[in-house]
């Protein structure tokens, strides 16, 4: 295993616990994606994303906007990790006059790109946010985070039509396919495979990896960076509640419940190695 994905596991481990100790906070939280899509995170912060912890507002930074505004949890966690937000902080999680609201708003929290929580609008907004930083001659680039739920949304698909249209190779959409919505789970809820396919034919790079395995996500960033004649989309199949087993068979994983002693037992567990 090379050092750099030892670098970056250790990095969504403590992505996880981050989380874990934010969950503890208000005993309640979307616990089970932020464990799941804690890897995808690790590499896009700690990997490939272009910012300055310092200065979040800098004109040449990467944007990563979070669509999926229930996963602020995992981004504040990754934010921490990144050293945009201090550590400390991640104490006032949901709390009264917190920076850190449960759902994810950019007039809130440094990093936060932007208000996400009504679903199916992140690829809106990148694709017109890309296109701004494309006029400026700008290279930064802009990666969106969607849930395969936000795949039900016409918006998305609207939205996938006008990157391709416009060539906006600066746009990379990464799918956290955890199978699961709120409604239930993904494949009975509204059927949207063969992803691979329908994003290819709207005109996307797409590569689909298992968004668990830190080597295949460094390995697809790296291969969707070097191209940027079109958007990408990286397809990542995560598992709700990774790297926490009592947590992975949890029934009502959409918004898990967690008892209060177990957010312990839960910090423990990560730290067995699978
Ligand atoms: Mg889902």
């Known amino acids: 295993m090379s050092e750099r994905v030892r670098r970056l596991q250790e990095s969504a481990r403590r992505i996880r616990r981050y989380a874990l100790d934010m969950g503890e906070v208000q005993g309640q939280g979307y616990i089970g994606q932020a464990l799941g899509v804690?890897?995808?995170l690790a590499v896009a912060y700690g990997d490939q994303l272009r910012f300055r912890p310092d200065d979040p507002e800098w004109d040449g930074r990467d944007r990563f906007l979070l669509s999926i505004?229930?996963?602020?949890?995992?981004?504040?966690?990754?934010?921490?990790?990144?050293?945009?937000l201090d550590v400390a902080e991640l104490r006032t999680y949901g709390c009264?006059?917190?920076r850190l609201p449960m759902?994810?708003?950019?007039?809130?929290t440094p990093g936060m790109e932007i208000s996400g929580g009504s679903l199916g609008h992140g690829l809106g907004v990148a694709t017109g946010m890309a296109l701004g930083l494309r006029y400026r001659g700008s290279d930064a680039r802009v990666f969106t985070l969607l849930s395969d739920g936000e795949l039900d949304e016409g918006s998305t698909w609207e939205a996938a039509l006008a990157c391709a249209h416009h060539?906006?190779?600066?746009?990379?959409?990464i799918v956290d396919v955890n199978a699961l919505q709120a409604d239930g789970p993904t494949a009975g809820v509204l059927r949207t495979e063969?992803?691979?396919?329908?994003?290819?034919?709207?005109?996307?790079?797409?590569?689909?990896?298992?968004?668990?395995?830190?080597?295949?996500?460094?390995?697809?960033?790296?291969?969707?960076?070097?191209?940027?004649?079109?958007?990408?989309?990286?397809i990542c199949d995560t598992k709700i509640g990774h790297g926490v087993p009592f947590l992975e068979t949890r029934p009502k994983a959409h918004f898990m419940p967690v008892e209060p002693h177990e957010w312990q037992l839960a910090r423990e567990a990560l730290e067995v190695p699978a």
């Not at 060539?167 to 959409?173: I, K």
């Not at 298992?210 to 079109?230: K, S, Y």
Request: aromatic residues 10%; charged residues 20%.
């Open 69 to 84: 505004g229930h996963y602020a949890i995992a981004l504040y966690a990754a934010l921490a990790e990144a050293g945009v």
């Open 38 to 40: 804690a890897d995808v």
């Open 194 to 234: 063969p992803l691979l396919d329908k994003w290819k034919s709207f005109g996307w790079r797409a590569v689909r990896v298992d968004g668990n395995d830190i080597g295949q996500l460094v390995t697809a960033f790296d291969l969707l960076a070097e191209h940027r004649a079109a958007p990408s989309v990286l």
């Open 103 to 108: 759902s994810g708003m950019a007039s809130y």
């Open 167 to 173: 060539g906006l190779g600066n746009v990379t959409a």
């Open 96 to 98: 009264d006059d917190s």
